[in-house]
């Protein structure tokens, strides 16, 4: 199978490496590719997938192989970054959290919390996003999720994700680029998003701490007034 994407990037590079194996091992390479993907969310499975479909289509392996496959290698990939996140733990995250800068042990508590009351959402509809797909597995695996769930929503993003891309290289063939080129635009604005949320916590955070720390020094102030207020005067006749 050739492809049409090399424009001298590592990342092209990359990705014809990948097709690569797929031409050796077939659909399994598909999958380890997707669960290479799942560790390293700088490959894009918005490329790989449709090149599944494409081969799929020139017979080089079937069309339910190619999804079977590549969403096993999601599964997997997911599993092993909440394996870390398990691994990790809720106490060894909160003493992470205290000793950096711009993070407080409550920060970890309440997206813990939150987690705990919205994380079946987030691991599902996460299959849908790039990045988030494979960072949400971790605080999954922090939360312990019971892993038959995690598995179960995983399973099920990754499935409708993976088919739809891999039929969109099966329906299009060649003509995939085109679509290509809107695919990528959206994945650079969710990037381009991402990153100003987190801009936008970064200086909120270092606001509360400069708040936090004039508060702090403004309080011990007054209490040192009031002190000098409050302390009883000496006569000037016991002075001499």
């Known amino acids: 199978m050739t492809s049409t994407t090399a424009d001298g990037s590592w990342l092209s590079a990359l990705i014809e490496a990948v097709i690569g194996l797929m031409d050796v091992i077939g659909p399994v390479g598909a999958g380890l590719a997707i669960a290479l993907e799942n560790l390293f969310p700088p490959l894009p499975s918005e490329a790989i997938l449709p090149m599944a479909g494409i081969a799929a289509h020139d017979g080089a392996f079937g069309l339910w192989e190619a999804v079977a496959w590549t969403t096993l290698g999601s599964l997997a990939g997911a599993l092993a970054l909440y394996g870390l996140g398990a691994w990790l733990g809720l106490e060894r995250l909160r ?47 922090v939360a312990r999720m019971p892993l038959w769930r995690f598995s179960a929503l995983t399973t099920a993003g990754s499935l409708i994700w993976n088919t739809a891309f891999i039929l969109c290289g099966w329906f299009l063939g060649s003509g995939w680029h085109v679509v290509e080129q809107y695919v990528d635009v959206v994945q650079k604005i969710v990037i381009v998003v991402v990153a100003v949320v987190v801009v936008v916590m970064v200086i909120l955070r270092i606001r509360s701490l400069r708040a936090g720390r004039s508060g702090v020094g403004g309080d011990d102030r007054r209490h040192q007034q009031s002190a000098d207020t409050d302390a009883p005067s000496i006569p000037s006749s016991a002075r001499r």
């Open 95 to 141: 003493r992470i959290a205290d000793r950096l800068p711009l993070i407080a042990v409550s920060d970890v508590d309440r997206a813990v919390a939150w987690f705990h009351r919205h994380g079946g959402k987030a691991v599902f509809f996460g299959r849908f996003i790039p990045i988030f797909r494979s960072l949400i597995s971790i605080p999954a695996g």
